[in-house]
């Protein structure tokens, strides 16, 4: 794990996944399933930051870098093709052209894949209560403004 040690996801803060480590995720889920495909394809420094009880939007949100544009686009690609396969719904995907920032929204999960630079930049895993000291306790508290 790069960032940061895991933080318990009873926490109510985000969970870092090692690429390995995906008992977090039910097996069979939709969430597992896309940790699985990351993982395959390469993606680094995996955030999955659970929101069920915190935010509408999604149950998880999952953050990952690729090392290029390139990178990011195949595997915002095959990613959205995977999930097609798997019979869910096809996944809005906004970004794909540029690949420095690609949002995957698949319903119950969205993620965030991003080239490193950007990803530092936009710093979504702070916002979301994770990295800084400072915002784990916003974390923690289940407020999110």
Not at 41 to 60: H, N, R, Y
Not at 86 to 95: F, H, I, L, S
Request: proline share 5%.
């Amino acid at each position: 794990m790069t960032q940061a040690q895991a933080i318990p996801a009873s926490t109510g803060t985000a969970t870092l996944i090692s690429m390995t480590d995906t008992h977090d995720a039910k097996p069979g889920s939709l969430h597992a399933f896309i940790l699985d495909q990351l993982e395959e394809e390469q993606a680094q420094d995996v955030v999955s930051i659970p929101l069920e009880g915190k935010s509408s939007i999604a149950d998880f949100m999952i953050v990952a870098s690729g090392r290029s544009t390139r990178q990011v686009a195949s595997i915002a690609s095959k990613l959205a093709e995977r999930l097609k396969a798997r019979g869910e719904a096809p996944p809005r995907v906004e970004g794909l052209p540029a690949a420095d920032w690609v949002l995957i929204d698949a319903g119950d999960v969205v993620v965030h894949l991003f080239r490193p630079e950007v990803r530092s930049f936009y710093n979504l895993e702070r916002m979301w209560g994770f990295g800084e000291e400072g915002t784990q306790a916003t974390a923690a508290s289940g407020k999110f403004y």
